[in-house]
């Protein structure tokens, strides 16, 4: 973490990784910014799912094992419980051992009959998967959120890369998509008016103080948000609100007035631009969206 956060406020542009967000703090705000009015992308995946859960479960048939990437609190996944057929298992990957084992805990007691065999790992890079016989139809990695939005294309594809040599070749994946859209409802999405992304973006300071003994005055940093039309990607800054300096150990780092430290990108695709950006792997099968086609779930196949 100390190497990643030196190296990237290092940068012409300084940038920390957004994977600095999620500790306990940063998952509880993000889960909260789950049920903002503004933030569509959960509310718009769930209801898809759940509208179109007998179509997938055709898809899908038989005894499938199902792998969650980044599971978090599996809230989705119960959906998938209740209407897969049979699952085989349930192969939930997280990097977050602590709060895995306590989802897996409370999911083994509600679904007593559903093997849950939890990997915990770093999913963007190779992990290995339980050897699991021919106890399993087929292997279904299911993906939600959009997350794989917050990889750069090029990152996207070393991480599917990564995945298919990880996956038997007969596997598939169900992947939520966010979708391109009238730019003002997605800045929305990324600047509600409680100030949930707000906190959640300058958590990222507080963690870096605390962990690595830094001086961010979190207060002389601001939240901003905005959709770059040409990039397709939503990008989060922190941006400082005066001159001032940084010091973490023995390094200092200057930050103009109004100088920002990018932190998180998310991109938006159109159904075109990202069947062309799994094409090397996988085939798009199925697509649903809802009536305003703001999101996407998607059934893909390797190839
Ligand atoms: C996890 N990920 C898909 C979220 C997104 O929309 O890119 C993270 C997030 N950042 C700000 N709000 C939510």
Known sequence: MRTEVLEGLQQQQKELPAKLFYDEKGSELFEQITYLDEYYLTRTERAILQENIEEISEQVGPK??????????SSKTRLLFEKLSSI???????????????????????????????VFADYTSEFD??????????????????????FRPAEAKSFLSALASVTDEDSAMLIGVDLKKDKGILERAYNDKQGITAAFNKNMLARINRELGADFDIDAFKHHAFYDEE????????VSQKEQSVT???KQFHFEDGESIHTENSYKYSLADFEN????????????????????IQYLKRK
Do not use: C
């Open 88 to 118: 085989a298992a349930y192969v939930p990957v997280d990097i977050s051992e602590e709060y895995l084992l306590k989802v897996v805990n409370s999911l083994r007691m509600e679904y007593p009959k559903i093997s849950i065999i939890p």
């Open 64 to 73: 499938p094992m199902l792998i969650e990437l980044g599971s978090g609190s």
């Open 231 to 238: 990039q397709g990607r939503i990008e989060m800054h922190l």
């Open 129 to 150: 998967l339980p050897d699991l016989g021919d106890s399993y139809e087929k292997q279904l990695v299911f993906f939600p959120g959009s997350t794989i939005g917050n």
């Open 248 to 250: 973490i150990g023995d």
């Open 277 to 296: 950006l799994v094409d090397d792997w996988y085939a798009v099968e199925e697509v649903w969206t809802d009536e305003q086609e703001y999101f996407s």
